[in-house]
């Protein structure tokens, strides 16, 4: 199954601290597939559509909220579902949105505890998502720090929510950790998001954390899931996906910058 699953590379760059799409549409034809950004989609009018999260399979209601974790494989396909106004809200998010330190604090343990259970993927009740949906559909009309200040006020009121049901069973292994959990990690992707537009090299990288370069390249893989010139390229190409759809600059020339 895993040969089958797309790398998502999303448009979510490093200086942003969520991505939001809107769209309406009478199928879903997206693959099963992953992404290191954690992600809440919401789904109205895909009664009879199916949902599948890790190793969990099921049909989904009339309404769905449902918040994935990083790297977790998933996909919703069209199934049964035979509306032609499909109204669909993906909102992608890094996983150190909130800092490490910071979700220790006693008045961010929910938030904490529910970003630990997105690792196995969480649907959330009908009742919780038909109270969320108004502030999803008004989201992406705010700018800046409301922005960011809603969307941080919608995902603590999600975990405080009741009736949200984890859906990927217990000893389903996704072989990556929520956090890098690594000071010598997040120094390296510090300075790669810093100056991924301009030659990087493993050696460079790897002296930044006093690591001889094979030492460094088989930390890194084991550490995130993906080798240290694949998390480059998907960095790079993530930045690509946003001047495509934030700037009006041409393919040719997103492609050399």
């Not at 950790?177 to 991924?196: L, P, T, W």
């Not at 998907?234 to 495509?244: C, V």
Request: proline residues 2%.
């Amino acid at each position: 199954m895993q040969a089958n699953i797309l790398r998502e590379i999303t448009p979510l760059t490093s200086s942003d601290c969520f991505t939001i799409f809107t769209r309406v549409k009478s199928e879903f034809d997206f693959p099963l597939h992953s992404h290191e950004e954690l992600e809440l989609n919401f789904i109205l009018n895909g009664k009879g559509a199916k949902r599948v999260v890790g190793d969990h399979i099921g049909e989904i209601d009339d309404i769905e909220l449902v918040l994935v974790g990083s790297n977790l494989p998933h996909v919703w396909q069209t199934h049964k579902c035979t509306s032609k106004e499909i109204r669909e809200i993906t909102i992608q998010f890094h996983k150190d949105l909130f800092d490490e330190k910071l979700l220790r604090r006693n008045q961010l343990s929910f938030i904490r505890n529910m970003l630990e259970r997105s690792a196995r993927g969480i649907l959330f009740s009908k009742q919780t998502a038909e109270q969320i949906t108004p502030r999803l559909l008004i989201l992406n009309q705010k700018q800046g720090f409301d922005s960011v200040l809603e969307l941080m006020s919608i995902l603590h009121d999600l975990s405080i929510s009741r009736n949200m049901h984890t859906l990927s069973d217990s000893t389903f292994n996704n072989n990556v950790e929520f956090s890098y959990n690594s000071r010598r990690i997040g120094k390296a992707v510090d300075y790669m998001n810093q100056n991924f537009q301009k030659p990087i090299t493993l050696t460079e990288v790897a002296k930044l954390t006093n690591m001889t370069d094979v030492s460094f390249s088989r930390f890194f893989k084991t550490r995130t899931g993906i080798t240290f010139m694949d998390s480059l390229l998907e960095m790079r190409l993530g930045h690509a996906s946003r001047l495509l759809i934030d700037t009006t600059q041409s393919v040719s020339e997103v492609a050399y910058n």
